[in-house]
């Protein structure tokens, strides 16, 4: 196995058992297990627990970089995020534990998650102001829509999270940002459907390629992932 190969094998295992157990109960010796290494090995590559965690979030965030490959960000774009979302719940999954459990005291991964929020807001405020100007249909600036946006995407991921058989999460957000912009929502989503469900959102041995539940304290659950 080549070097890029167990650094790939090595953060998968993490996302996998940080969406299952959380970051506090994800220890090195577990990761390594998972990615067929040893503990030295996997040291090799992460020097510490806090290091990997780091690695972890950064290859979130180039996932979903490579799933808007445009490279412009509009309204339309972040839609396509959540439909790709959909189609990974340990991923999402171990995001919402994160970033969730980021909140609490000295946690490692904090820094990251102030500097993270405070990126996506300015980002969504351009792509907001480049697609409605500088006044949404229903009167805000875009810097005043954005963390509302922001609040949607993370809030809905955890709600379908939590009970994918009711929350339809595509069609949710496309509900949103016809509101968003004026317009009147579509029908109510995932009634009966079952579109957009997380499908083996529970614990599942192999979870992050798709599954597992994180059960950390004072968290419900799931990336947005955005």
């Known amino acids: 196995m080549q070097r890029a190969e167990r650094r790939a094998a090595i953060l998968e295992a993490a996302m996998e058992l940080i969406a299952e157990r959380g970051y506090r109960r994800t220890s090195l010796a577990a990761v390594a297990e998972r990615a067929g290494l040893t503990q030295q090995g996997l040291l090799h590559h992460f020097p510490s627990k806090e290091l990997l965690l780091v ?6 965030d180039r996932w979903d970089a490579a799933a808007a490959a445009s490279g412009s960000w509009r309204t339309d774009t972040l839609a396509q995020l959540v439909e790709y979302n959909a189609t990974r719940p340990g991923i999402v999954q171990a ?19 102030e500097a993270r929020f405070r990126a996506v807001r300015e980002a969504l405020a351009g792509a907001l102001r480049a697609e409605f100007g500088d006044t949404l249909p229903g009167g805000l600036t875009p810097e005043r829509a954005a963390p509302l946006l922001v609040a949607v995407m993370d809030g809905l991921q955890l709600q379908w999270l939590l009970d994918p058989e009711r929350v339809d999460l595509p069609a949710s957000f496309r509900d949103f940002l016809r509101l968003l912009g004026g317009g009147e929502a579509g029908p109510v989503a995932g009634e ?7 499908e083996g959102a529970g614990p599942v041995e192999g979870a992050g390629r798709e599954g597992g539940a994180g059960d950390d304290a004072g968290v419900g659950k799931g990336g947005c992932a955005r």
Do not use: K, N
């Not at 690695?55 to 979130?60: K, M, S």
């Not at 969730?100 to 990251?112: G, L, Q």
């Not at 009966?192 to 997380?198: E, L, M, T």
């Open 55 to 60: 690695g972890v979030l950064e290859a979130r």
């Open 192 to 198: 009966g459907s079952g579109a957009g469900r997380a």
């Open 95 to 113: 995001y919402t534990v994160l970033s969730a459990d980021s909140v609490t005291e000295d946690h490692p991964a904090r820094a990251f998650f």
